[in-house]
């Protein structure tokens, strides 16, 4: 079996569509599909269904995953044991990170860091906070980069800079006019992340702390993405929280309005979720790399121990 054809197996399942394969592994779509029939047509069963557009493994599917994944382990493992021997850094780094770092922050990062270490595969994959925090947990992913922390005993957090959350509402709103209090931005109808998603938190704890239960507010609709959530914006459905670095383009292009409302911006800092214990060689370069571009503050005891 190919290594190759069972990492894009693996990505496939974790992903759950064969675009989001693509994009996370930077293969086209059809190199994807390829590999997938290869590796079909090497093992001599169909391992993957597609049923009402929705991805389902096969029974035979179901059994080669946990294989495919401790086999991926054991190579990655080799070559950061002979990497070590070398001196040279190279390996998978698997990230997951919340929408905002990974969709805004880390791609340009991570691209500059395999310019300076071409040896190292990295896969991205973007997800709510939750998620990301149980995927380091498991050691699904080898770091993570969320805008809120979670209570998990299997990883630590330590900061990496800070992202400003704005309330946006669509342009020509009364909002938009003047200074307004949270108590104003809490009458009109809001579009809200999901639950897990950092930013949700955030906002809901300015709320609270401007005595508005977020609970009392009248939510038109609970979005999985931030960029559907300025789109909604955009088409008059409500206002909402979000992220600056969201929000920029449509505030520049004037298809949407900031509302400045007391209580924002609202600083949130930014996270690195690592595991408690070690990382692999690759991990900890990137590590590194982030602490010099995003000014990591660094406690005076190992975040790990």
């Known amino acids: 079996m190919n290594i190759t054809h069972l990492r894009t197996f693996v990505t496939l399942v974790e992903q759950g569509s064969f675009s989001a394969t693509a994009r996370t592994m930077g293969f086209s779509q ?43 382990v054991e190579v990655d493992r080799a070559r950061e044991e002979i990497g070590r021997l070398s001196g040279v850094v190279s390996g998978r780094l698997l990230m997951a990170a919340s929408t ?69 509402c669509p342009k020509g709103h009364s909002l938009a006019m003047g200074r307004r209090s949270i108590s ?18 955030v906002a809901e704890e300015v709320l609270r702390e401007a005595s508005i239960d977020p609970g009392d507010l009248h939510v038109v609709t609970e979005l999985g993405t931030s960029e559907a959530i300025v789109s909604a914006v955009e088409g008059g459905m409500g206002v909402a929280v979000v992220s600056r670095f969201v929000a920029e383009k449509a505030l520049a292009l004037g298809t949407i309005a900031l509302v400045e409302a007391d209580g924002f911006p609202a600083t949130r800092p930014l996270f690195a979720v690592l595991p408690r214990g070690s990382c692999t060689r690759a991990a900890e370069a990137f590590l590194g790399y982030l602490r010099d571009a995003l000014g990591g503050i660094e406690s005076g005891d190992n975040p790990r121990s």
């Open 30 to 72: 059809p190199a994807v599909t390829m590999q997938i029939q290869a590796l079909e047509a090497d093992l001599g069963v169909t391992l993957v269904d597609r049923k009402y557009r929705k991805l389902e493994l096969t029974e035979a599917g179901g059994v080669l995953l946990p294989y495919a994944q401790r086999a991926l």
């Open 184 to 201: 104003d931005v809490a009458e009109a109808p809001f579009i809200m992340r999901e639950e897990g998603s950092g930013t949700r938190l």
């Open 100 to 168: 905002t770092p990974g969709q805004y922050i880390l791609p340009g990062l991570l691209a500059e860091f395999l310019e300076e270490y071409p040896q190292v595969g990295i896969s991205l994959q973007i997800a709510d906070t939750a998620r990301v925090v149980e995927a380091v947990a498991s050691g699904e992913a080898h770091l993570g980069m969320t805008g809120a922390e979670l209570l998990d005993a299997k990883v630590a957090f330590e900061r990496m800079g800070s992202d400003d959350l704005v309330v946006i």
